[in-house]
């Protein structure tokens, strides 16, 4: 892959060319002008047609009929127009394009820049390329199947959020209980500052922590009945249990049946409110702080307990489903940006890079005084072809976003097609639309055009 | 000593490749791993969770994939317009790319000029008037009228690639061959045709993946004539249910313009670089 940049630049091969072949104009063909229209005529010819045919007079058709209603027939001016924008789902894909201009052509050259710096850095830059590349080979459509699947939001599914919960696991973990309450008025405060007993207690009393609202999923495995707790000079002893058992029961009663609580984050809590000591409920759902100084406590249940597992990020929902698309496309394009500026990077002469070291310059010196500016033109051809790409942006937006989000993920193209062909059915809109992104193009087209006057 | 040394300090410059790598493989792989799942765990089954016990593992997937009739058709037909489309654009793009390169008539730069021009035209600005022209005649519904279609689209950027590399050939060897009273025809298709070899191949390689990977232009004008890209996605709209039918559909549907592109990688690098340097 590396060796084909200096097999190309056909471009600049065939500029250079062109004034050898053209000098001296054709040789004379058989047969007088005649015959070398006919020849032109039939080598021009299949091109020509099909270009005018469905090419030009469809772009031409599309224009005019722009400016007509849903179904052709009457004439109605700019009103189609004004519906562009001022429709909620256009204005959110023009919202939603004008991000995508502005976010991943920068992002997919810088990425593919420093990438193609960096490979060259690296004995398996080769290996490297083409594994970055691959997804150039596979279409936008299919790489948002796959995308669509590693975003599946349960982490038990999803790669991205499993990716996600091994980090987010490493920091916190998902406690024990996450729905709990406390089963008596005596016991309040919220899941996130912890629930406290409202009564203060000595040491050589007990405490009685009964919660409810646990579903039997998140009753421990293995929970024992509990026991209420007995009284122990100097310590404060007590019991978290599921304050409830079938029929009800007596709130704030340990009674049969209803079962202990293990592993439960019991917290011993000052006058102030600090938690002067913390530890975790044993079998039955006993505890004990022994040893405790003289005073009054408030045990309470700490918010550890509650601390709700990792859901996983909602990636196809409404509020992230553009970046979302967005990260999967620039999985596809950073590969072009690379191969393209690294055929850039080995067109810059050795000699010149190696002059600037030897006259002391760092290499980030070198980068930015030498390799930078020259590889410019690379640069802009590669943000540029982006820029296109992206006002196009169609297939993946329609295999990443479930059909429930994407109202949000519109863009242009996608609203042009879901306009005219979707169920809407609306020719008029969508050809304005057409008409829109068209214009959208015409500066990098006449950018191409003035590009190759100046070349001849 | 030194290259202990060397190897330590380009340790995190290789890691920090190691994982883009990673980053950039992992997502197909997923997918192919995700084909493999039997059918009733596919819900259940993170597809990571499949490389600890590849005794799960199974080609049933794949076995159902090319027992439906739909998705084997999808395919014949996905070959068909992708092969057609590409034999047709290659001959028609080198007959005007040799017109434009090396005949002289009235106008040429200025036409090239309007092929340039068609470069970046959206296909969406051709996307109604061909739909009614399509319902009018008989090509909607067909695999000739998409044929057609892509070859129109994908002409600009061909006669553009052949222009510029034709024109390359030496004009020495032009010469001496009208010298000895070739006809253009003749230079077009012992000459011309063979020396360009390495363009065409490069244009034939593009268009075979664009339009083998089209959605758009199929799911506007096809109903039955389905290639593989809109089957899955009739099937993605009850996505969820039938993953077991996406995944596999997914993976074969993209391994084929893989291994073109692995086994063509150059011509496809060649073709990506003509057409981006303009």
Redesign the interface.
Known sequence: MADSASTVPPAAAGVHARGAGTDDGPSAAPGGPWGQRAMTALFLGPAAVMLVVWLVYPTLKTFVRSFYGRDGSDWVGLENYRALFTTDTLQTAIQNNAIWVGVVPALVTSIGLIFAVLTERVRWGVAFKIAVFMPMAISLFAAGVIWHIMYTQDPGQGAVNAAINVVDDTFSSAGVLTSAQGSTPELAGTPERGLVLKSSVRPGETALLGLTGIPPAQVPEGARQAQAPTPRPGAITGTTWRDFKPGGGRPGVVEPQELGLEGVTVQLRDASGRAVRTIKSGEGGAFSFEGVKAGSYRPAVGPETFQKPFAGVSWLGPKLITPAVMIAYIWVWAGFAMVVIAAGLAAISREVLEAARTDGATEWQVFRRVTAPMLAPVLSVVFITMLINVLKVFDIVLSVAPGSSQDDANVIALAMWRTSFGGVNDFGLGSAIAVFLFLLVIPVLALNVRRFKRET | MATVLRVVR?AP??L??LV??A??????F??FL?SLIPKGEI??????NVVAKPSSMTFDNYRALFDNNDLTKALVTTAEIAVGNTLLLVF??A??G??F?????PGR?G???V????????L????????S?YNSTSLFDTVLGLI??H???G??FG?F?L???F?????DI??SA??DGA??LTI?FKLILPLGLP?IASLAIFQF?WT?????VA??YGRDTQPI?VA??SQ??Q?GSN?EL??PA?FV??AI??A???AF??Y???G???G???
């Open positions: 380009r410059l290789n920090f490749l883009v790598a980053m950039w493989l992992v997502p197909t997923g997918l995700t819900a259940r089954e993170g597809w990571w028609i793009a007959l005007a040799y017109a390169a090396w005949l002289e008539f730069d036409l090239f000029v092929v340039i021009g068609l470069l970046v035209v959206p969406q600005v051709a996307l109604i008037p061909i739909f022209l057609l279609f070859v129109a689209f002409l600009p006669i690639l222009r510029n590399f024109i390359g050939i030496p004009k032009m010469e009208r010298i006809s253009e077009f363009a993946l083998w990977n089209d959605l758009i799911l506007t890209t899955i996605f993605l709209r996505f993953i996406i995944a997914s549907s993209l313009p893989l073109v592109f692995l990688q150059r496809f690098v060649q990506l670089l003509a981006s340097v303009k």
